[in-house]
């Protein structure tokens, strides 16, 4: 089980306490994930062509033209999110699951539903393979919501569709899940020096020191391998 939360170091040698500062005292990590690996080929789909289509992208490993990696979550290590989102929301559509890679609060919630005229299921597992649940989307249109426990990697799946997967990062750390072109931004992160963490379902980066510094944006390159 990955768990995710660790103590931050703060400059001074002083640890977070209290209140959070407010945005005049906090700073702002702004950076990219980059990658030189390379693009996984297409997935050949088998059955249910008329909804899913012949081929569908393989996006383990999805990468803008100059290297920018999708997906990623960035996380400051010790930093309490100013609001983490409590509910997830997980949406079959078009044979995918959709957001692929997204956050949410420990003991959140999980909304799935589907837009395709066919039978998806939504399935939850924790890293150790134990299902959280398995929940079963017959017809467009139906939402189920189920609830999540503490800090850890989900990955959500699909019993019908083998090659359907999806990433629930629970943490209530300060995080951001890169864009299409590999950027992301943190704010509202209190002065000092910290470690960014990055996970990817695919790839793995090392992690990374950065100094954040009250009213300023700090930019930060992560290479994934």
Not at 108 to 113: A, D, E, L, P, Y
Not at 154 to 160: A, D, E, K, N
Request: charged share 15%.
């Amino acid at each position: 089980m990955v768990r995710i939360g660790f103590v931050a170091v703060l400059a001074g040698g002083m640890a977070l306490a209290g209140a959070m500062p407010s945005s005049a005292q906090t700073g702002t990590i702004r950076g990219v994930v980059t990658t030189d690996a390379r693009t996984p080929p297409p997935i050949r789909v088998s059955f249910d062509q008329r909804v899913c289509g012949n081929e569908l992208p393989d996006q383990s490993v999805l990468k803008a033209t100059d290297g920018g990696l999708a997906n990623a979550v960035v996380s400051v290590t010790g930093v309490k999110a100013k609001s983490a989102p409590e509910e997830a929301v997980v949406l079959n559509q078009k044979c995918a699951f959709v957001p692929r890679v997204q956050i949410v609060a420990p003991n959140g919630r999980v909304k799935t539903s589907s837009t395709d005229p066919m039978l998806h299921t939504t399935v939850v597992s924790q890293a150790d393979g134990r299902q959280l649940f398995n929940v079963a989307l017959p017809a467009p249109g139906i939402e189920l919501t189920k609830s999540i426990g503490s800090a850890e990697v989900l990955r959500v799946g699909c019993s019908t569709h083998q090659w359907m997967r999806g990433w629930l990062v629970v943490t209530d750390e300060a995080s951001a899940v890169t864009g299409r072109d590999g950027g992301f931004t943190i704010s509202g992160v209190p002065p000092g020096t910290y470690e960014l963490r990055t996970w990817h379902e695919s790839l793995h980066a090392a992690t990374q020191k950065v100094t954040v510094q009250a009213g300023k944006t700090t930019d930060v390159r992560i290479q994934a391998k």
